[in-house]
């Protein structure tokens, strides 16, 4: 683990330089990245992660018009990303012929997910590395978000050669992905933009075709029970608002601070002995939409 010095960010584009595989922070959560156009460093992303092949990646660029080399870009997506990039917005865009990008990235897909990123440790890899970065959260497949680089190491450490600290992540959920088809814009996993800014006018189609969907994910070891009002004998009860707690998302009932708390609320959830644990009620507005989804998947039945 190295700190999100000078130093660190050399070594860390040095080691995607040579096909190598890093952790960093970004503005939503860790990211696993690696050279989006080179194979080898593409598998080692989903090997070390455990991912299922059919789990597309995000890839991040440095600004816009490396973005435009990927994907085609509309009008109705790139006013999207002039209101919301650098920032916590995915956008499913018809990826370009030739692109380089590797096609394990997109798992078989004409489509190609593509994010500006807001954090300044990864806009300086961007920079400095060059080409796309494949940037999926740094954790084990359908386990809890990492929001710290300590969460990186106990999710997947040995199984990745560096991890890059820049301290807790400020917006604590993934980013929201939105597909753009022409003027059509539909929503595939809510995030940190509430959804109502995202001029949503079009429903979601079948298929696995951006992260994030898989029914469960997000998981602690633990059974979820969510509503809960108290906990149960053997509970772990993280609270929200009037409903206390072993801690809380937040005692004022603040959904933007609940959002950056969740994950690693989680995380000590997990880490408690609790035989289970139990969530109070968080408003499914705003980004409560995206806080709901998150702890929805992570109460579904396991596969």
Not at 55 to 68: C, E, F, R, T, W
Not at 99 to 109: C, P, Q, R, S
Not at 255 to 280: D, K, M, R, Y
Request: aromatic share 4%.
């Amino acid at each position: 683990m190295v700190e999100a010095d000078a130093a660190g960010i050399a070594c860390a584009v040095a080691l995607l330089g040579e096909g190598g595989i890093v952790a960093l922070p970004t503005e939503t959560v860790y990211g696993l990245a690696g050279d989006a156009t080179d194979p080898a460093a593409v598998a080692a992303i989903y090997a070390a992660k455990g991912r299922p092949g059919y789990n597309p990646l995000i890839v991040h660029v440095a600004d816009l018009a490396a973005a435009g080399a990927l994907v085609e870009i509309g009008a109705t997506a790139r006013a999207l990303a002039a209101r919301f990039w650098p920032g916590p917005l995915t956008l499913v865009l018809p990826a370009r012929p030739g692109n380089g990008i590797v096609a394990d990235v997109t798992a078989g897909l004409v489509t190609l997910a593509v994010r500006v990123p807001l954090h300044p440790v990864m806009r300086a890899v961007l920079t400095a590395f060059g080409r796309p970065l494949a940037a999926p959260s740094a954790n084990a497949s359908g386990t809890i978000s990492p929001t710290t680089a300590a969460h990186v190491a106990d999710s997947l450490g040995g199984r990745i050669p560096l991890i890059v600290d820049g301290g807790a992540t400020p917006g604590g959920l993934e980013s929201s992905i939105v597909r753009v088809d022409g003027d059509r814009v539909s929503l595939l996993r809510p995030g940190g933009i509430p959804a109502e800014l995202l001029g949503i006018n079009s429903e979601t189609g079948d298929g696995i075709i951006a992260p994030g969907q898989l029914a469960s994910h997000y998981a602690p070891v633990q059974p979820v029970r969510l509503d809960a009002t108290s906990a149960a004998p053997g509970e772990f009860l993280i609270g929200f608002g009037a409903v206390g707690g072993d801690l809380t998302l937040s005692a004022t009932g603040d959904l933007a601070e609940a959002a950056a708390a969740l994950f690693a609320a989680l995380h000590v959830a997990q880490a408690s002995g609790a035989t289970g644990i139990a969530v109070a009620p968080v408003p499914a507005s705003g980004i409560g939409i995206a806080i709901n989804d998150r702890l929805r998947r992570a109460a579904a039945p396991r596969r």
